[in-house]
Each structure stands twice: as structure tokens, then as C-alpha cells.
């Protein structure tokens, strides 16, 4: 198993386990961001933030880990 495999593979656990504590993190990083400019780049934000988030939620192949914005 290469280094990456054992990177993925570690990624993927802490991710089906702390995915809740991943997702408020994120989200709590991109409002600091958008504070910090005046929310002027609000749009590119929340974009960033949806890719980040659908890339970890493939690391799986599981779209079980985050939840979408809107969805309860």
C-alpha cells in the first residue's frame, strides 16, 4: 500500500467519524474569512466551501458525511 493509499485511507476514517466536527469547522472558517473581507467575495466562499466539502464527501463513495446547504 503506497503512502497515498495509507493518506486516503486515514483521511477517509477520520472523516466517517468526524465528519459533523469537519463540516462545522469548514463552515465556521468561511464566515471568519468572509468577516475578515467585508463579505466581497461571499459568492467565491460559499463555492469554495461546497468543494471542499463534495471532495471529502467522495472520499468514500458515501454521500453520508455532510449535509447540503438548505437540507436539515
Request: hydrophobic residues 30%; without cysteine.
Amino acid at each position: 500500500m503506497s503512502f497515498f493509499d495509507k493518506a486516503k485511507s486515514k483521511l477517509t476514517e477520520a472523516v466517517d467519524k468526524h465528519g459533523d466536527k469537519i463540516n462545522q469547522g469548514i463552515d465556521k472558517a468561511a464566515a471568519a474569512v468572509d468577516k475578515k473581507t467585508g463579505g466581497k467575495h461571499s459568492d467565491k466562499i460559499d463555492g469554495g466551501v461546497l468543494k471542499a466539502k463534495d471532495a471529502l464527501e467522495k472520499l468514500d463513495g458515501k454521500n453520508d458525511d455532510f449535509k447540503k446547504p438548505g437540507t436539515p
